[in-house]
């Protein structure tokens, strides 16, 4: 009884202790005490576990944590459905099922940095706790490969799995890139594939494409129950977004496999069953050290997601070659060569458009580790359809990204070799959108160095170019020119630096420009660039050949030089200055500019100037602004000074207009669609002292002219004949869109009080002029046409000379030298006799001294009544002229009248370079009278029209003048008179 008593006390408390065990055995607390205790024993993985839950066939995790390689792994809850008795006491862990879903997986960690620094201790004691260091155990786990390096710490099987979760890959400068992982199946173990399916996604991997998944199988096979013989991926890759063709997918297989002395990995991309991109890499297992090869073969759009910024363009990429890598992967060795054949490069640029298709081949051979590249060799070949260019290391060299620090291996020597040939000049960055160029070939040779704090790129040989043609506005100012310069480049850390000495153009062997200075720019956002220099040009031998400088025609100098200086910034200022001298040294010009341009791109400028020619000397100042807003330009001019000449506008219009690209229309051609001045727009004001057109000067001249998008307006117009003779003009030329002749011209001016030799210049001396008096003069023109040419050639310019009071000598005919061959010895003998005097009224007396004859009566009559016309004051004469287009004049109406005699008619004065006075002249006047002076003309009994409602006695036939204001010719009027005298004195014959 007491055994038996003994016996049962023992078995219970064995009972009870077995109930404590197992009270134990299942107790969380426990259970994740035992749990972390096993993370320990493996401190290569620094596992964690927030709580553990164990039952007879299940396990539930939560919080589990561990770092592996560099990749942080959480998984918030894991559930397991297992026989936990085998995992305890068989050491066999059969996974039926297991189910962990929000996990992540974060790559690019770095231990390291994480762990404290261990304290320094004795050698002996520090080889030995070396030799079994974290660093030391990744590094003999290094020679191990990726499979047997993750050999399991029991035999494991899993029938069934359903994880999801996301992997963060690391972006340098961005937040790291989220992937989207599920993985389902099961049937994991020795012996057999297992396949799972596989589907990953992510957002925005790249510009232009918003979505890229990859959907697939993964294939695991165990070789042993604690080791993977091989793993697999095969899925298809698609994206979605711009920059991504429709229907874009490509296939992509990645196997790790273990054999028996190496591990063999392989990654492969496909489309279509077209082979994309092939790497097979080998890993020691003894050494753990890598090599492999890879293979390019993309097509077109194969690679267009991963390019989106060249979106559009045709691509095609070969390449080849192989490479090598520590067993920790932390120094990398590539080489080999790549070539791409790239077309539509339109779409990306219209520069690089211009180059046509282009072909990029390279070989190379580089050494990476970490942040570190070592560059053995490089050879990079661009080939476009005009232009090729070759790069080529000197010397090996090692570059540090994080740094950008270059470090070669012979300091001080040539680290690279550029060679550039062809013809750059359609894609070469231009500063105005009007400037244009072409060329022929360009040769040049650089030479990168790196030095102190940067680098310097220096040329071998000038950088050479021929048959070099300028254009502005698309009208070429020079061409067939050569082109040499050195320019030496330097750059560091505190900026930028190009020094051209010199820039050299030529033709036909001979030097027309040189140019010096240099270009710079110190660091910083906020910075200018700087420029300073001097040039000179060869302008007599630019003259000398028209036909390659059509932009310089007409400039008749010798040479030109000037200096520059500029600081262009969010705020510019430029300065300059220029000296031109003719083939006479008399003549010469020169200015000085300076000019701020502000952040919205408004240049205000001041440009003093001076032109000589002989004596004739234009002394001006031109300022104001110029705004552009998109095509269309807003521009304030003023034009001031002491002195102008005509003659220098007349020869630097053409130069001007050439390069404005401005090209009137001839007058037989279309109708403008547009205005001539678009896109100018603005004020312009000009107020100069005198103004010279080589026969003459004007005082005063000013005005201002007013651009807008539908005319021209001059407004305030000025000048003066002399200091007491101002002249006002004003006018407009309109542009009407819809009409057949959209230009319309309208303008008057006026001169008033003024004597003739004002207008006309002074009579030859020694002579009366022929009219005398204070005048006015009103001018208007008007014009339309279908552009500015039609416009000019049918102008009409109309001019009203009147007076009020003065005197005409336009009927004073001498009838003596007209009248026949016998006659003007009478009459001469007569008027010479003593006593022969004219009446109170332009009488001739008939009684001549004691025993002389006395005139005829009809003599007399003709006499009195030329001698009363000779010299008329008359009330009020006018005079209407219409200019042609030939520079003569028709006079439409001619009007005098006085108290006794009235005049009216029509004439023409001729064109020509001459003065008015000098030129040709044809009269046509009807001669009425009233009063005496009516009588008087009766008497003479030259047919006359009855009197007319003014109370004239018109005389029936107009008396017709020639010759010109200074040589008035009278012939026919005197031949009227004479006639009508002769005719009288036959009449008086009969009658004696």
């Known amino acids: 009884m007491k055994f038996l008593r003994l016996f049962l006390i023992l078995l219970g408390l064995a009972a009870v ?89 974060e790559l690019g960690a770095s231990l390291d940095e994480a762990r404290p620094a261990r304290a320094p201790v004795a050698n002996s004691q520090a080889d030995g706790d070396a030799a079994g260091s974290p660093a030391a155990e990744r590094a003999a786990g290094g020679r191990h490969g990726i499979l047997s390096g993750w050999e399991l710490p029991c035999a494991a099987s899993l029938d069934d799995a359903d994880v999801e979760g996301d992997v963060y890959v690391p972006r340098p400068g961005e937040l790291p890139q989220r992937i989207h992982v599920a993985i389902k199946g099961g049937a994991l173990r020795s012996g057999l594939s297992a396949t799972l399916a596989l589907d990953a996604s992510t957002v925005d991997p790249w510009k232009g494409v918003r979505v890229a998944a990859a959907h697939g199988k993964l294939r695991v096979v165990m070789d042993t129950p604690r080791t993977i013989g091989s793993v697999a991926v095969e899925a298809d890759l698609v994206g979605q977004g711009p920059a991504v063709p429709d229907g874009w997918t490509v296939a992509g297989a990645l196997t790790v496999r273990r054999l028996l002395q190496e591990e063999l990995h392989q990654i492969s991309l496909s489309r279509g069953g077209r082979e994309l991109a092939t790497v097979v890499a080998h890993r020691s297992l003894s050494t753990g050290a890598w090599a492999g090869n890879w293979e390019l073969r993309l097509h077109d759009d194969d690679a267009a997601p991963f390019l989106p910024d060249q979106s559009g363009t045709a691509a095609r990429v070969t390449g080849s070659g192989g490479f090598a890598a520590k067993p920790d992967l932390s120094r990398i060795e590539i080489a080999g060569q790549a070539q791409a054949e790239l077309s539509r490069l339109g779409a990306v640029s219209t520069r690089l458009g211009q180059m046509g298709p282009a072909t990029v081949a390279a070989s190379f051979q580089i050494d990476a580790g970490g942040s570190v590249l070592r560059f053995k060799d490089l050879k990079l070949n661009v080939t476009g359809r005009d232009l090729a260019a070759f790069l080529q290391t000197l010397q090996p060299f090692e570059y540090t990204a994080e740094s950008g620090a270059v470090k070669p291996d012979r300091p001080g020597k040539d680290l690279l070799a550029l060679a550039l040939r062809g013809d750059p000049w359609p894609w070469l960055p231009r500063a105005n959108s ?39 506005g698309g009208r070429t100012l020079a061409g067939g020119l050569d082109v040499a310069v050195a320019p030496v480049v330097t750059f560091d850390s505190r900026g930028w630096q190009v020094t051209v000495a010199p820039l050299r153009l030529s033709a036909a062997g001979r030097n027309v420009f ?95 100037l001076k032109l000589t020619t002989g004596t004739g000397v234009t002394d001006l100042k031109a300022e104001g602004s110029w705004a552009t807003a998109g095509t269309e330009g807003r521009m304030n001019l003023r034009l001031s000074g002491d002195t102008l000449v005509l003659d220098h506008v007349r020869r630097l219009v053409p130069v001007l207009a050439h390069w404005s690209n401005f090209r009137p229309a001839g007058a037989a051609e279309a109708r403008d ?153 009478k009459v001469s003998d007569t008027l010479d006799s003593a006593g022969y005097m004219l009446g109170k009224l332009f009488q001739v007396d008939s009684r001549i001294g004691s025993g002389q004859r006395k005139l005829s009566q009809p003599m007399e009559a003709v006499l009195n009544f030329s001698y009363a016309i000779a010299e008329i004051g008359y009330d009020e004469f006018t005079v209407t002229a219409v200019r042609d287009p030939d520079g003569g004049f028709d006079l439409t109406a001619i009007n005098l009248t006085s108290p006794e005699l009235g005049l009216t008619g029509t004439g023409r004065m001729g064109a020509g370079d001459q003065p008015l006075r000098a030129r040709p002249l044809e009269l046509d006047l009807r001669i009425g009278a009233r009063g005496k002076l009516a009588e008087l003309m009766a008497k003479t009994e030259m047919p006359a029209e009855p009197k007319d409602a003014a109370g004239l006695v018109v005389l029936v036939a107009p008396a017709h003048f020639g010759g010109s204001l200074d040589h008035f010719d009278f012939q026919e009027w005197q031949h009227a008179l004479a006639k009508a005298a002769v005719q009288k004195e036959k009449a008086g014959k009969k009658q004696d």
């Open 17 to 105: 202790l077995a109930v404590l065990v197992l009270a134990a055995v299942f107790n969380p607390s426990v259970q994740t005490w035992y749990v972390q205790g096993r993370l320990r024993d493996h401190p290569a993985w620094h596992a964690s576990v927030g709580s553990v839950t164990a039952g007879l066939d299940h396990v539930e995790l939560e919080n589990l944590r561990f770092e592996l390689g560099g990749a942080v792994v959480t998984l918030p809850a894991v559930r397991a459905t297992l026989p936990v008795r085998t995992l305890l006491w068989e050491k066999r862990l059969n996974i039926r099922s297991l189910v962990a879903k929000g996990w992540t997986i």
């Open 434 to 472: 009007r400037l244009g160029w072409t060329g022929g070939e360009m040769r040049g040779d650089f030479r990168l160095r790196p030095q102190a704090a940067g680098w310097v790129l220096t040329t071998t040989a000038p950088l050479a170019a021929s048959g070099v043609a300028l254009a502005w």
């Open 514 to 608: 040189e140019l010096t200075g240099q270009v710079s720019r110190r660091a910083g956002d906020e910075q200018a660039t700087v420029l300073s220099g001097k040039w000179n040009a060869d302008l007599e031998a630019i003259g000398a050949a028209p036909a390659q400088f059509p932009g310089l025609a007409g400039v008749g100098a010798r040479t030109a030089r000037g200096e520059f200086s500029a600081s262009l910034g969010t705020v510019s200022q430029v300065a300059g200055k220029i000296a031109v001298t003719g083939h006479d040294a008399a003549h010469a010009f020169s200015a000085d500019v300076q000019a701020d341009i502000d952040e919205y791109g408004r240049v205000d400028y001041s440009v003093p």
């Open 673 to 825: 669609p547009a205005p001539f001045w678009r896109p100018w727009e603005g004020t312009i004001t000009l107020q100069v002292n005198q103004l010279t057109d080589g026969k003459r000067t004007f005082a005063d001249i000013g005005g201002s002219v007013e651009l807008t998008a539908d005319a021209i307006r001059l407004d305030h117009g000025h000048f003066a004949l002399t200091p007491l003779n101002p002249v006002d003009c004003e006018g407009a030329v309109t542009f009407e869109a819809g009409a057949a002749e959209p230009y319309v011209l309208e303008g008057r001016g006026g001169l008033a009080e003024f004597d003739l030799p004002v207008l006309l210049g002074p009579p030859p001396k020694d002579q009366d002029p022929l009219i005398e008096g204070r005048y006015t003069l009103a001018a208007e023109v008007t014009g339309r046409g279908r552009n500015l040419a039609d416009l000019l050639a049918h102008r009409r310019e109309q001019y009203r000379l009147a007076s009020k009071a003065g005197i005409v000598r336009l009927l004073a005919a001498h009838v003596a030298e007209a009248l026949p061959e016998e006659m003007p010895g």
